[in-house]
């Protein structure tokens, strides 16, 4: 069984000061990669923040004989995603993988949660992963190769109490992900999603009697996908506790009466049996993939 290597590898992992960052940065650096370790240093809820939390890893890696260099800017804004990228530019001469992964809560339920949360969990996670990952898309393009990875959560991708903010940056980074994706296609990038589910700071009350919920048992999953080898791209993957599985969103038949009639609400209401049932799913490339469908379901193909 080939070895997957991280040799001449660049890599940007966000976040990387703590809990799934570490785990990836760590793993990314023992198998070869140079590693911008980013880490703002940030309480849970973004508050705060240390230099030293990313630099302590950075350190650690150089102590075990790799290569890092730490960045403590808070990911979120235009220039820290540009800063970070142009950090692993001028220190390692290119960038072949991101991890976008940097991440806070402000948990509330939707009567209370002020704007100011909303506003803070979307800037961290979706607009702080598109800073980052438009600026590494240009030097990606230019060298014809790139391995994105943005990470979800099972709240964004099924629903969770308490967090709408949380929920709603998480599957943004879902639609984020497949644009680059399928942006990236010529150009030698990929693009997918992970949804973690480990014992780290931001999930401290899970149960010991769960299991280990390490995040070095996300890690083997996150790196084969931002590997050479893995040319999967696209796609929406979760993992914890040593279980894996793909996570997709389809589209189901339909039913229609025929392609531009105009139903009633009663007639609707009649078929929604057959508007809801799942058999026969696709999962589409794109937007426009629906249309093909349409016209199926229409009667015309
Ligand atoms: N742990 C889980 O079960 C779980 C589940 C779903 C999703 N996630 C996601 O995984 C990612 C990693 O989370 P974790 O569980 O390792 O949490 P963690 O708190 O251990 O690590 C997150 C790190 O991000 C850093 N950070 C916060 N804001 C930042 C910013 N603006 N810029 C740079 N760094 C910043 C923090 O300082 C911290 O070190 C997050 O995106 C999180 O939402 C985790």
Redesign the pocket.
């Known amino acids: 069984m080939a070895e997957i290597s991280f040799q001449d590898r660049v890599a940007v992992v966000?976040?990387?000061?703590?809990?799934?960052?570490?785990a990836y940065a760590t793993e990314l650096a023992r198998r070869g990669a140079k590693v911008v370790v980013?880490?703002?240093?940030?309480?849970?809820d973004?508050r705060g923040?240390s230099a030293s939390?990313?630099e302590l890893v950075a350190k650690e890696i150089v102590a075990a004989g790799g290569e890092a260099v730490a960045h403590?800017?808070?990911?979120?804004t235009p220039a820290?995603g540009a800063g970070v990228v142009e950090l692993a530019l001028e220190h390692f001469g290119k960038v072949d993988i991101v991890i976008?992964?940097?991440?806070?809560?402000r948990d509330k339920s939707l009567a209370k949660m002020p704007a100011e949360d909303f506003d803070l969990v979307l800037?961290?996670?979706l607009a702080?992963s598109f800073h980052v990952a438009q600026r590494a898309f240009a030097a990606m393009k230019e060298q014809g190769y790139g391995r994105m990875l943005f990470?979800?959560?099972?709240?964004g991708l099924f629903g969770n109490f308490g967090q709408a903010n949380?929920s709603a940056a998480?599957m943004g980074l879902v639609g984020l992900s497949s644009v680059v994706a399928i942006e990236g296609a010529r150009h030698g990038i990929t693009s997918n999603v992970i949804?973690?589910?480990?014992?780290?700071?931001?999930?401290e009350d899970?149960p010991e009697s769960m299991g280990p919920?390490a995040?070095e048992q996300i890690a083997p999953l996150s790196l084969y996908l931002v590997s050479e080898e893995c040319t999967a791209t696209h796609e929406v993957y979760t993992a914890?506790n040593g279980w894996f599985a793909q996570v997709f969103v389809g589209v189901a038949p339909g039913w229609s009466p025929g392609l531009g009639s105009y139903p009633s609400v009663e007639e609707v209401r009649d078929n929604m049996a057959a508007i809801r049932n799942q058999d026969g799913y696709q999962v589409l490339t794109d937007a426009a993939a629906i249309l093909p469908l349409i016209e199926r379901a229409g009667g015309r193909d």
């Open positions: 966000t976040g990387a000061g703590r809990g799934l960052g570490k980013n880490d703002a240093g940030a309480e849970q973004g923040g939390v990313a403590s800017e808070p990911i979120g820290a976008n992964n940097a991440g806070v809560l800037d961290v996670h702080g990470t979800a959560s099972g709240a949380y998480k949804a973690p589910l480990a014992r780290t700071r931001l999930t899970m919920y995040p914890g």
